[in-house]
């Protein structure tokens, strides 16, 4: 107000003094005045001036129920007056019909809402991400009632979509509108025993040892002793005798053999505790295809040495492998007899009929294998989904792979500048890394812990390749017990994705030895092994002249899925031209079609990728009308659940929004209460309205527009 006075004060002697220098006439002292006008409406600018209309609130307040109809309200952990347990979604049931707002009907309009409710329409809850948005319902509430007194919030507080409630919170805030927050749950774990997950493979062979692995968790404050059971078609049984600490989780594998083929669901079992809260989450279970199938191995080496003779022994007893082997022996020329092979398969059709392949001493040149061998090993692994083992030996012949088409599938770097491997007259093991201790090749007992202690006391050897390092990308299963380099220690057991296959590397030559003792007990189960984890994803689907395969084996909804087909055609001749279409139908009946992409003509390999967006099984149809080919399956897409029962309350983030809001929070017990608060609430003030005179952009144009005219008046009388 001082500087205003002052800004007229000034005005006005310069409106005198200006009237003296410059002349008294009409139009001049109307030009004089028009400037002290100005000056007069810029100190009352200066003021601020504001209009204010104060609306008085003629409808009656609304009180929003808001109640939480998620899957996790299913949680049985609210205990009522009698004692009982009953699920959090029971209990607001209870209150919703009992109608829990009827005092507040005198004073408010209450409206009643669900919300994070799983859509009623079964194809559109199998596309649509099921889950919990707190802050949703809160913002939808402000925009949708503008007559908002309060909310009362029933809910358990996990919120797994969307923003963050906080922020719709504030805004209720700002308007006044409190948040009475009823935390449905306990925020602490009940005593229960859950079994959290099962993960196994989509299908299996008949009399083939299935590893399935399972998670169970242990929310009592005791140890538990218990046994995990398996049971399927066929009669198909497996247990595992597991000890829980108590408030832990443990992992383990349950081994089970299927005798019969076919398929169906098998259930994983934990037996219910006395002291258990939730007996139905002690349960899972997984679908599992079971089939008759020889697996076909090809074994290449240039002399019959111990570890070849022992392999290929093993793999001739396992009653579902076919061998056949390649011998060339540079002294007595090529190996004959039952199983051996004159040659080399030096067409596709005839080598893309094996699974895995066996490379010993061996190389390219020498009148061993050719260049044009080593292309074919290559394309056998990256686009037949076949497997590759390099067992390498003193010999060092496969020293010249690292010039043929095969270098790239190495999994390791070996410097065969110091010869061809080193020998010891000291006895070395491998050593179990990590990663192998679990790993389903090296598994040789029934879980981690035992399996590491059979690999301490498996027998050794002399002599190990001259490797240097792993190469980016490949798994190592295990390492030299003792000798290393400048990259630490030697890696001897080495796994690696080569496209759609697998490729192993073993550095040593006396796997034989494990025999020691124990006769074909552990030797015969790795190399079994061995064959059917390299086998695995090429059989997963296949009928005749056409092979279909996926990654990942188990995808999850909205997961990239890579589908392959290897197609032939009427002759068994790979297909190079001609269409590949794979038809999925998703479980609401949806279904798309994705035409695969010639990937490599030589070996009728066809890419393609599909996302699903569904979880469930899918039916899957493969069609090749060029080839005559056709081939259904299966293919199942697990659902990651948002909403998971039996987690405890979050009430913390409840007792935020109260505070925040100015409103009340407490548990099922404190309901009433909140009633009694919400109808003591004071009458919410007249609604302002202002009108802000000196910001307004009209007011100041026409204060620029009466400046203007000032200035071209003086102009027009000739004043500077």
């Not at 809850?125 to 949708?144: F, H, M, W």
């Not at 449905?184 to 997950?197: A, K, R, T």
């Not at 012949?397 to 410097?415: C, G, H, Y």
Request: one cysteine or more; a neutral charge; hydrophobic letters at 40%.
């Amino acid at each position: 107000m001082a500087v205003a006075l002052a800004f007229v004060s000034a005005s006005a002697w310069f409106f005198f003094r200006s009237r003296a220098r410059e002349g008294r006439g009409r139009w001049l002292t109307a030009l004089h005045g028009l400037r002290l006008f100005v000056s007069l409406l810029v100190a009352f600018t200066l003021l601020r001036p504001e209009r204010v209309i104060l609306n008085k609130r003629a409808e009656q307040p609304r009180v929003l129920v808001l109640w939480d109809g998620s899957g996790s309200m299913d949680t049985r952990d609210v205990l009522t007056a009698g004692k009982q347990t009953i699920s959090r979604a029971a209990w607001i049931k209870q209150q919703i019909d009992s109608k829990f707002w009827t005092p507040l009907e005198k004073q408010y309009r209450v409206s009643v809402e669900p919300f994070a409710q799983p859509p009623s329409d079964p194809k559109a809850s199998a596309e649509t991400e099921v889950g919990t948005d707190l802050d949703a319902p809160l913002e939808r509430a402000l925009k949708q009632y503008p007559d908002l007194r309060a909310i009362i919030l029933l809910s358990d507080g996990d919120w797994n979509l969307g923003k963050s409630p906080i922020t719709a919170a504030t805004t209720l805030a700002q308007r006044e509108s409190p948040v009475f927050a009823v935390g449905v749950g306990s925020e602490n774990y009940l005593p229960d025993i859950e079994l959290q997950s099962v993960l196994a493979p989509t299908y299996g062979l008949v009399n083939e040892r299935i590893s399935a692995i399972f998670t169970i968790q242990n929310h009592l404050p005791r140890e538990v002793r218990t046994t995990v059971t398996v049971q399927g078609p066929g009669d198909t049984k497996g247990s595992k005798n597991v000890t829980l600490p108590p408030m832990s989780q443990v992992q383990d594998i349950l081994v089970f053999t299927p005798q019969t083929e076919g398929e169906g669901d098998y259930t994983v079992r934990v037996p219910v505790e006395p002291d258990e809260v939730f007996a139905d989450n002690n349960t899972r279970s997984f679908h599992l295809a079971v089939r008759k199938e020889i697996l076909k191995v090809l074994v290449v080496d240039s002399q019959p040495r111990w570890e070849f003779r022992y392999l290929r022994n093993a793999l001739l007893r396992d009653t579902g492998v076919s061998v056949a082997t390649i011998l060339y022996d540079p002294e007595i020329g090529m190996g004959e007899g039952v199983g051996y092979l004159s040659q080399f398969p030096d067409k596709r059709e005839d080598l893309q009929s094996y699974d895995v392949v066996i490379l010993g001493d061996v190389g390219v040149g020498g009148g061993m294998l050719t260049p044009e061998n080593a292309a074919m090993l290559r394309g056998l692994v990256e686009q037949q989904a076949s497997g590759l083992v390099f067992l390498p030996g003193p010999l060092g012949r496969e020293k010249s792979l690292a010039q043929s088409a095969l270098a790239d599938l190495l999994p390791v770097e070996e410097d065969f500048t110091k010869g061809a491997g080193f020998a010891s007259g000291a006895e070395a093991r491998m050593e179990l890394t990590f990663r192998g201790r679990d790993h389903w090749l090296t598994m040789l007992a029934t879980d981690p812990s035992a399996n590491e202690a059979v690999w301490r006391t498996l027998p050794g050897f002399y002599w190990y390749a001259p490797v240097v390092r792993a190469r980016p990308g490949s798994d190592i299963l295990a390492v030299h017990e003792a000798a290393r380099n400048q990259y630490g220690r030697i890696p001897l057991l080495v796994t690696r994705n080569a496209g759609s296959g697998k490729v192993l590397f073993m550095g040593t030559d006396s796997a034989w030895r494990w025999r020691k003792g124990v006769e074909d007990t552990y030797h015969y189960r790795f190399w079994g092994q061995v064959v059917r984890w390299m086998a695995h994803q090429r059989h997963l689907s296949q009928d005749e002249g056409i092979r279909f395969f996926y990654t990942p084996e188990a995808p999850q909804r909205g997961e990239k899925v890579h589908l392959n087909a290897a197609v032939m055609d009427k002759l068994g001749i790979p297909l190079s031209a001609g269409k590949v279409a794979v038809t999925l139908t998703a479980p609401s009946g949806a279904s798309e079609t994705v035409e695969l992409a010639a990937e490599d003509a030589e070996w009728g390999a066809h890419t393609g990728q599909f996302i699903p967006r569904e979880g469930g099984r899918y039916t899957v149809e493969v069609k090749s009308e060029a080839a005559g080919r056709h081939l259904k399956t299966q293919l199942m897409v697990t659902a990651p659940a948002l909403e998971k029962v039996g987690l405890p309350a979050k009430l913390d983030v409840m007792r935020e929004i109260a505070a925040l809001t100015g409103g009340r929070s407490g548990g099922p017990g404190d309901l009433p209460q909140m009633i009694s608060s919400i109808s003591l609430l004071p009458e919410r003030k007249p609604e302002e309205h202002r009108f802000r005179l000196w910001c307004d952009p009209w007011w100041c144009a026409a204060l620029l527009f009466l400046l203007s005219t000032y200035w071209a008046g003086r102009k027009a009388a000739g004043l500077a």
